[in-house]
């Protein structure tokens, strides 16, 4: 019998081939860059088709924003004359369908439009959806892009709450470069002409305007100051029966109070702000501008519809110290709130058509018609940085008594005369980027609530070394604060600003988008 050495040889053999076709295989590169541009060009078709499918869907949408906008504006407008609110109301509706009809986008109404009609107002909310079909999305699983649009418009007045904030800081007497007149007195041209107009007789009951000024701090006057929580003005020294009355009408409003609109009148117990003058001059005893403006012009006025008196204040106002814009805010937004309206309730120089009933709830979203609350807030410049006594400069008779009568710098220069020639009083306050940090805590809580905050920059340009305009921090701060940058911020200069409160005056009773 033969051997099985032949067989043998063969069994061993195969495995020996394959192994070398496998590595000939591995190491064969061609081919590759067919594979690699395969995969390349399947990302490009998806990549380039994304750009593609939302630019179409984008085109789609704005046509949509489109027709929802001017059909809303059309439906909105005061033109004619109706028996009834219902058959106003059934002839904006009418407008609107017809807009969308010629339009061919009457498949993308989602429901009915709102419709409100009351008096001399009429407001037209449209809601919209759109849907589109994709091309190359659908490669990565997207089949479809959606989205929902919304028009709203008003013309005429509903029931209005205004907080007029204006800056006295002292900056505000400045002389801008080519000007005669100072940032002030152009202020208040603008500030007069535009409460002028807001209350003009045709509009009686209906616009109510409270008037903040502020500097380091805002004075509410005895009135306010009398009816919330706040520290007793009056020390009495026990001892000696010595007493000294604050007639500081400021008080501190914790940091955690600028979360929200709602004034705590229960837990809080409001700090009187010292009467003291970090200013004074070196050799003047008595005090110059004290922390807390105490001129009778600088006070809140409340709930006002009385032009005359409202101007009268605003002529009377002065350039005062620092800038708090934080605080001037707080006290616009907080004359706003229906939590403080227990508070104005008691005072009974509001007017009555307001005094018990404002500030009203805010608001409804699905009732444009509601009482509609403005803040108009202005500043010439940026947020600086304050000057307090601490508590144990202040906590006595014999020191609030001399602070009353002489400023810091005095007693710096003159402590071996002062009764305190071996004390140090030290000095604190917030910094300006502590104010920033509240003054946008603010204002995101007030337009949550849907109040509209209109904030207006007014500065001498400062360029760039391209010549080009340099939006400024404390113009960023006011851009934040605004309802919108496009259609709530103004940058201006003194001399234009008398026509950017008209514009806003405008606003607030003409013809207007509202969302």
Not at 76 to 103: C, P
Not at 153 to 181: H, N
Not at 461 to 476: K, R, Y
Request: net charge negative.
């Amino acid at each position: 019998m033969p051997t099985p050495r032949i067989r043998t040889k063969r069994l061993l053999a195969a495995p020996a081939g394959l192994c070398a076709v496998i590595t000939l295989f591995r190491q064969d590169e061609r081919g590759g860059i067919t594979i690699m541009g395969l995969l390349l060009l399947i990302s490009m078709l998806v990549v380039g088709g994304m750009a593609v499918d939302f630019m179409m869907f984008e085109a789609r949408r704005a046509t949509l924003q489109g027709v929802t906008d001017r059909s809303v504006l059309a439906a909105a407008k005061l033109g004619e004359d109706f028996a009834t609110e219902a058959e106003a109301e059934a002839h904006a509706t009418s407008v609107v369908l017809d807009y969308f009809a010629i339009s061919g986008q009457t498949a993308n109404l989602a429901g009915a439009p709102l419709v409100n009609a009351s008096g001399q107002s009429r407001s037209v909310t449209v809601d919209a959806n759109l849907g589109v079909s994709t091309n190359y999305l659908r490669l990565i699983g997207m089949d479809r892009l959606e989205t929902g649009v919304t028009s709203s418009a008003i013309e005429g007045t509903s029931d209005i709450e205004i907080s007029l904030v204006l800056d006295t800081s002292g900056s505000m007497g400045t002389i801008d470069t080519g000007q005669t007149q100072s940032r002030m007195d152009f202020l208040q041209t603008a500030a007069t002409d535009f409460v002028t107009t807001l209350l003009d007789p045709q509009y009686e009951d209906q616009i109510s305007i409270s008037l903040v000024s502020y500097s380091e701090h805002v004075n509410l006057g005895d009135d306010i100051y009398d009816a919330i929580n706040a520290a007793n003005p009056r020390t009495v020294d026990l001892s000696t029966g010595a007493q000294f009355n604050n007639p500081s009408r400021c008080v501190d409003i914790p940091d955690a109070e600028f979360d929200n609109t709602e004034w705590n009148n229960a837990t809080i117990t409001y700090k009187q702000v010292e009467h003291y003058d970090p200013w004074g001059n070196d050799n003047i005893a008595g005090p110059i501008q004290t922390i807390c403006p105490t001129v009778a012009s600088s006070a809140i006025i409340p709930l006002s519809q009385n032009a005359t008196a409202l101007n009268l204040a605003i002529d009377a106002l002065e350039p005062y110290t620092n800038t708090s814009i934080h605080s001037g805010v707080k006290w616009g937004i907080t004359l706003l709130d229906p939590t403080f309206r227990p508070i104005l309730s008691t005072i009974s120089s509001i007017d009555p058509a307001f005094r018990g009933v404002r500030p009203t709830n805010y608001p409804a979203p699905e009732n444009a018609l509601d009482t509609i609350k403005y803040v108009v807030l202005m500043t010439d410049g940026d947020n600086v940085a304050g000057y307090r006594l601490r508590d144990s400069g202040y906590n006595s008779v014999l020191k609030r008594t001399y602070w009353a009568n002489s400023s810091y710098n005095y007693w710096n220069n003159h402590k071996a005369a002062s009764p305190f020639p071996s004390y140090t009083f030290e000095t604190t306050g917030k910094t300006a980027t502590q104010k920033d940090t509240l003054m946008q805590s603010i204002c995101t809580a007030a337009r949550n609530q849907g109040i509209i905050i209109y904030a207006i920059s007014m500065r001498e340009a400062e360029l760039d070394v391209n010549g080009d305009p340099i939006l400024t921090s404390g113009a960023q701060q006011m851009q934040s604060c605004a309802s919108s940058i496009e259609n709530h911020f103004f940058e201006t200069s003194a001399s234009d600003v008398s026509d950017v409160f008209e514009t806003i005056a405008n606003q607030i009773t003409d013809l207007r988008l509202s969302q």
